[in-house]
């Protein structure tokens, strides 16, 4: 497959062109960016384990019936990907209380929920992604309400995939961020990336965070954490 001229680059990629209109390569790199951009970085083969989780993880849900952009990995930073509109919808879901929930509803990390909690921003740097709720969604036509239904039976599919997957590897799941967008045709399909950078994924038996949260709150290790929680995958994927 030809690499054409980068279209697009963002926080932590590229995106190149393909002789295909409908393919699209993603190159994974090792910058890392939090609140928004303010904070910048790099965090050494952050790229090659983003680049790597994502795929094994697409490829996964892929078996369970979730259809993705995940083409074929082509190098160890660098994936074919189908080309989709993103939906401006970030969906989170939440499976333990952390980050921004915390701090907006004033509890402890950690507490567990019975159901988990679906949440949508919009994405939108300039307004720092605010929280909306569906009824937002329809009114400024960022997805139909047929396509919001998609988009919540597929994220709570997909956590309870990667939870299970996740706790085979001694990981829990805390949260996640995913995006939507739509193929040519219409059809909606995961997109983005599922890898540290997106998930709270904290050592099922000490607590111990590996994830991006040990660069945006400085707690070090921050390496060291992704190359474990590779460890930790590559240990169980397929
Ligand atoms: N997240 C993300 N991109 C964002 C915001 C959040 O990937 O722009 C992920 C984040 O890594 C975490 C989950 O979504 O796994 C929930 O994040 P939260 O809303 O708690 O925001 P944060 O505390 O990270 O600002």
Redesign the pocket.
């Known amino acids: 497959m030809q690499k054409k001229e980068q279209i697009y680059e963002g926080k932590a990629k590229k995106v190149f062109a393909t002789d295909d209109p409908e393919l699209l390569i993603v190159d994974y790199k090792d910058d890392a960016t939090a ?1 928004n951009g303010q904070k910048k970085g790099t965090i050494a083969g952050k790229g090659v384990v983003n680049n790597r989780m994502s795929n094994a993880l697409m490829r996964l849900l892929e078996k369970k019936g979730i259809p993705t952009h995940f083409v074929r990995e082509l190098s160890e930073r660098e994936t074919l990907v189908k080309r989709v509109r993103i939906v401006p919808l ?1 969906v ?1 879901v ?1 499976n333990l209380s ?4 915390s ?1 907006r509803y004033g509890v402890e990390e950690g507490i567990p929920f019975e159901m988990p909690v679906i ?1 949508f ?1 919009y994405k939108n740097d300039a307004l720092g ?1 605010p929280l909306l709720n569906t009824d937002h969604a329809l009114a400024l036509k960022l997805a139909t309400a047929e396509e919001i239904g998609i988009i919540r039976s597929y994220s709570l599919q997909i956590d309870r995939c990667l939870q299970s997957f996740w706790g085979e590897c001694g990981v829990t799941l ?4 995913l995006e939507f967008g739509r193929t040519a045709d219409g059809t909606l399909i995961l997109a983005d990336e599922i890898s540290p ?4 994924l904290w050592d099922s038996a000490t607590g111990e965070k590996l ?2 949260d040990r660069f ?1 709150r400085d707690l070090g290790g921050v390496e060291e954490a992704y190359a474990e929680i590779m460890r930790r995958l590559e240990a169980h994927a397929e």
């Open positions: 609140f970030e989170i939440r952390a980050g921004s929930f701090k949440e921003s992604d805390v949260d996640f961020k950078d997106t998930c709270r994830d991006k945006r």
